[in-house]
């Protein structure tokens, strides 16, 4: 049964950093890509940010571009989202997802998120 | 960036109605489209992916069409489950892009 438990959400200041993390089990982590989907209370679905399985291929919605990184580490079937210089628009709740097999961009597996509010 | 709109944003219909949702993109996707659908609480669940091909396990009731710019998600007979939020998506470039969502209600 695939598996996605995101962690490392929690309340921050604005401007201040945070890093989620994503274990993965289930399936063979470094066979898919993965991406970062959030969604703000209340509000619609925003593709985050997505890499592919060998990290070869990373990209990053407009809103995030240069304040967050993601990253995977294959061995330890996990993956990342660095949050630097976080906005109160940045207060979501964050899915770790899986990409589907031979549509890599289709996201086939959600875990259950990690609430993210950016608040002073 | 490619933009997704939906349409309409709520579409109020009756059990058992067939109904219609309309995605357009801002730009050619191709077939590059998937389509989600969201219950109060949970997390999405993937319905079509490439515009029209069902995923595994979903009803036959949905179904997906479109190509380029325009793009529809049909159900033919709707049941009580089906009353919630759907989305579709973007795969073509990145950054891949969600529409804002449709609330389907009951009448």
């Known amino acids: 049964e695939v598996q996605l438990v995101e962690s490392g959400g929690g309340l921050v200041q604005p401007g201040r950093s945070l890093r989620l993390s994503c274990a993965a089990s289930g399936f063979t982590f470094d066979d898919y890509a993965m991406h970062w989907v959030r969604q703000a209370p209340g509000k619609g679905l925003e593709w985050v940010s997505g890499i592919s399985w060998d990290s070869g291929s990373i990209g990053y919605a407009d809103s995030v571009k240069g304040r967050f990184t993601m990253s995977r580490d294959n061995a330890k079937n996990s993956l990342y989202l660095q949050m630097n210089t976080l906005r109160a628009e940045d207060t979501a709740l964050y899915y770790c997802t899986k990409g589907r097999e031979m549509e890599p961009a289709v996201i086939d597996y959600w875990g259950q998120g990690t609430l993210v509010t950016v608040s002073s | 960036d490619i933009q997704m709109t939906q349409s309409p944003s709520t579409l109020s219909a009756s059990v058992g109605d067939r109904v219609t949702i309309t995605c357009r993109a801002s730009?050619?996707?191709?077939?590059?489209l998937a389509w989600y659908q969201q219950k109060p609480g949970k997390a999405p669940k993937l319905l079509i992916y490439k515009a029209s091909s069902l995923e595994s396990g979903v009803p036959s009731r949905f179904a997906g069409s479109g190509s380029g710019t325009e793009f529809t998600l049909t159900i033919s007979s709707l049941q009580p489950d089906d009353f919630v939020t759907y989305y579709c998506q973007q795969y073509n470039s990145y950054p891949y892009t969600f529409g804002q969502g449709t609330k389907l209600e009951i009448k």
């Open positions: 730009q050619s996707i191709s077939t590059w």
